[in-house]
């Protein structure tokens, strides 16, 4: 069974740095790209990246790129996302998903659980 | 940059109506579009690729078309467990990108 679990949920203050995860099981994780989906309190879906974790490949929607840092352990299947320094803006949830098809982004057939962050001082 | 102008961003029908929403992109995309059903709380849901593809297990009421730049979701007949926001999906692998409609929140009247 596919399976793509996130990290618990954050609670940060302005300036910290955080890292969230998606740890991806029952398939090869190394073959299909992960993306990262932003939704913020009562809002859409914004697409932050995408990334390949054969080789890391990574693309950036271009309003998130410079703002957000994505990652990925094949060894660990596990993928990330970060923020050197943490804004009130990026109170959202996080989500983590995958395509349907190895080696093609297409429809996200899969989806973490989510990961609240939520950033107040 | 591909734009997805989805509508309406909500509607309110009654159980058994037939339901559509559009997305039109601001240039051809060719059947590169997907449809996702999003529940308060959850994460969205798969419910046709490729423009009119319907996921496995997804009921027969909900359907997708294409005509040029033009993408349609229907509901043919509206359930009490289809209240969702709906979302449009567009994606592309040369480069990957991905750029999601504003969302339809769909009401029982």
């Known amino acids: 069974e596919v399976q793509l679990v996130q990290s618990g949920a954050e609670v940060k203050k302005p300036g910290e740095s955080l890292r969230i995860s998606c740890k991806g099981s029952?398939?090869?994780?190394?073959?299909?790209?992960v993306a990262w989906v932003r939704q913020m309190p009562g809002k859409g879906l914004e697409w932050l990246g995408i990334?390949?974790?054969?080789?890391?490949?990574?693309k950036y929607s271009p309003v998130f790129q410079g703002q957000v840092t994505i990652s990925a352990d094949k060894s660990i299947t596990t993928a990330y996302l970060q923020w050197s320094s943490l804004k009130a803006s990026d109170t959202a949830i996080y989500y983590c998903?995958?395509?349907?098809?190895?080696?093609?982004?297409?429809?996200?057939?899969?989806w973490g659980q989510g990961t609240v962050v939520t950033v107040s001082s | 940059d591909i734009q997805m102008t989805q509508s309406p961003s909500s509607l309110s029908a009654s159980v058994g109506d037939s339901v559509t929403i559009t997305c039109q992109a601001s240039?051809?995309?060719?059947?590169?579009l997907n449809w996702y059903q999003q529940k308060p709380g959850k994460a969205p849901k798969l419910l046709i690729s490729?423009?009119?593809d319907l996921e496995t297990g997804v009921p027969s009421r909900f359907s997708g078309s294409r005509s040029g730049t033009i993408f349609s979701f229907t509901i043919s007949s509206l359930q009490p467990e289809d209240i969702a926001t709906y979302y449009c999906?567009?994606?592309?692998?040369?480069?990957?990108?991905?750029?999601f409609g504003g969302g339809t929140k769909v009401e029982i009247k």
């Open positions: 998903a995958r395509p349907r098809h190895n080696d093609l982004v297409t429809g996200f057939a899969y």
């Open positions: 029952g398939y090869s994780f190394s073959s299909y790209w």
């Open positions: 990334i390949y974790p054969a080789d890391s490949d990574t």
């Open positions: 240039q051809d995309i060719k059947y590169y």
């Open positions: 490729d423009a009119s």
């Open positions: 999906q567009h994606y592309d692998n040369l480069p990957p990108t991905v750029t």
